[in-house]
């Protein structure tokens, strides 16, 4: 039995703006800071045997907080934020969530990374925890659209739907397969 740990990244500046951040590395806000040590105080009694972390500032920075010491952290590029390609710092208003989420119509525009290659690469990364990782603890921390597509993985949901799931920042839900 494997349990999982999915974590958002606390709140950046940028999410306070609401602009995309998809790949600027962007560390986190004030209120970011104070968000993932309130989670830490709850993260404290969680055993956790291994972190993964995005390698963008913002995860490592929600990642070291959580478990500081306590276990190695990762970095692994399967999990970086989505490539919001040319939206990248500009208004979420810009971001049409039903196209770029829609896994038939698998839009590339404006260079936004398709939704089936996120899928694919998060479906590696899973595949890969779960091979190495069973009977272990295991905390991820990503982003919005990682968590979203992990989520779904994990918990064999339909693909058509995973733009209706919303992910706060500072998300933590805890999965055990």
């Avoid at 829609?102 to 990364?125: H, I, M, P």
């Amino acid at each position: 039995m494997i349990t999982i740990y999915l974590v958002r990244h606390a709140e950046t500046v940028f999410n306070q703006k609401n602009k995309l951040q998809g790949l600027i590395n962007i560390e986190l806000s004030e209120k970011g800071l104070r968000q993932a040590n309130l989670l830490r105080q709850k993260f404290n009694s969680y055993d956790v045997d291994l972190c993964y972390s995005s390698p963008l500032l913002r995860t490592m920075q929600t990642a070291f907080t959580l478990v500081g010491d306590r276990c190695l952290i990762l970095k692994d590029e399967r999990i970086i934020e989505r490539n919001l390609g040319q939206l990248e710092g500009k208004s979420r208003r810009s971001y049409d969530v039903e196209k770029y989420w829609d896994y038939d119509l698998n839009s590339n525009d404006f260079g936004v990374e398709k939704v089936q290659d996120l899928y694919q690469r998060c479906e590696e990364f899973i595949s890969d925890i779960l091979d190495k990782h069973s009977d272990q603890k295991i905390l991820i921390v990503s982003h919005s659209a990682v968590i979203r597509c992990l989520f779904y993985i994990l918990n064999d949901v339909d693909r058509r739907n995973v733009k209706k799931f919303k992910i706060p920042n500072c998300y933590f839900q805890q999965i055990v397969l």
